[in-house]
């Protein structure tokens, strides 16, 4: 089981940037799926971004342009780099992983990822 932990979070005024990283250990070896999730009490959580073996990311719509996500192969640490960032921004973010046995473009949402980090919250004030 991968285990994974989020750090970098915080509070940030409207229009600032944050990164966040997120630690993974415990591969066995073969290829995973990462994704960058976000959740607001009372909502489901939400994938905003999706990251394939080869560091390749997709991005939920409404953070294109402004969320940037990468790997680190050499330190296993998944990056977010987040900008222009908004009130509607604040969340709990997670950090997920799955072991991919088919294209990662088919591990989309929630029930695709089996390890997940403890969180890490973001506040964005006007």
């Known amino acids: 089981q991968v285990q994974l932990v989020e750090s970098g979070g915080g509070s940030v005024q409207a229009g600032g940037s944050l990164r966040l990283s997120c630690a993974a250990s415990?591969?066995?070896?073969?290829?995973?799926?990462m994704a960058w999730f976000r959740q607001v009490p009372g909502k489901e959580r939400e994938g905003v971004a999706y990251?394939?073996?080869?560091?390749?990311?997709t991005y939920v719509e409404s953070v294109k342009g402004q969320f940037t996500a990468s790997k680190d192969n050499a330190t296993d640490t998944l990056y977010l780099q987040m900008s222009s960032l908004n009130p509607e921004d604040s969340a709990m973010y997670y950090c997920a992983a799955v072991r991919a046995v088919i294209e990662c473009s088919y591990y989309r949402g929630v029930d695709a990822f089996t390890s997940w980090g403890q969180g890490t919250q973001v506040t964005v004030s006007t």
């Open positions: 415990g591969y066995t070896g073969n290829s995973y799926c």
């Open positions: 990251i394939d073996s080869s560091g390749s990311a």
